[in-house]
């Protein structure tokens, strides 16, 4: 079975911290991706990396930044946590090759930021 | 901006009855096109996904439709149970692996 665990499900930070959200793959996946959910937008793409080391900006990367060190395991890191930042953080993984594979994800984490 | 457009954004079906559920895009460079469905409190998970070659594909009680020509694709659900209450979100996929998503449908289904 696939796992996609993410570091916490609830998160309270204050405006200005620095606040680093972990997601952890155990299925050797190449890809891996950032949404956050939000009521009525949907999931939006915040980064991506298709390889340890590798990021691709997504639809919405102001005020993000992410680290791929390993290859199981992908950061997101809000340099300085703003309110409108307040959201469902959710950690995908898939495959990478010639066709597109099933995106596995993570729990979520909810992020309140006052 | 949104890349896929979905709609409606609540359905409520009665227990034996048709879900419908309609998606739409702008972008021709996308290949894959899956449906995924998200309880409450758990990250969403792929239901039944189509590629542009195809233009219907089933899997159980759940059917997508897909148009190639009119950028639209929906998945109809038949027989609707409670079960399947949930939110349900189309997505949109390109090449190298990043998908768009549509922004959900919840649906409820009444016994």
């Known amino acids: 079975d696939v796992k996609v665990t993410q570091s916490s499900r609830y998160l309270v930070k204050r405006t200005g911290e620095k606040v680093f959200l972990e997601c952890v793959q155990d299925?050797?996946?190449?890809?891996m991706f950032w949404y956050r959910q939000d009521p009525g937008l949907g999931l939006r793409l915040i980064y991506f990396?298709?390889?340890?080391?590798?990021?691709e900006k997504g639809d919405i990367p102001e005020g993000y930044s992410v680290s791929r060190e390993k290859k199981e395991r992908f950061s997101l890191i809000l340099e300085s946590a703003s309110t409108n930042q307040t959201s469902m953080y959710l950690c995908?993984?898939?495959?990478?090759?010639?066709?597109?594979?099933?995106?596995?994800f993570g729990p979520g984490t909810r992020l309140t930021v006052t | 901006q949104q890349q896929v457009k979905q709609s409606p954004q609540s359905l409520i079906v009665q227990k034996g009855g048709i879900s419908i559920i309609n998606c739409a895009y702008e972008n021709t460079a996308f290949d894959y096109f899956p449906w995924y469905q998200q309880f409450p409190g758990k990250g969403p998970a792929l239901l039944i996904a189509?590629?542009?070659?195809?233009s219907e594909k089933k899997e159980g009680r759940f059917t997508i439709s897909f148009n190639k020509s009119a950028k639209q694709f929906s998945l109809h659900i038949m027989d609707s149970q409670p079960g399947d209450s949930a939110t349900y979100f189309c997505?949109?996929?390109?090449?190298?692996?990043?998908?768009?998503f549509g922004a959900g449908t919840r649906l409820t289904v009444k016994p």
């Open positions: 990396s298709y390889d340890v080391k590798m990021k």
């Open positions: 997505a949109a996929s390109l090449l190298r692996g990043d998908m768009r």
């Open positions: 995908a993984s898939s495959f990478r090759g010639l066709l597109v594979y099933e995106q596995y």
């Open positions: 189509i590629r542009p070659d195809v």
């Open positions: 299925m050797d996946h190449e890809n």
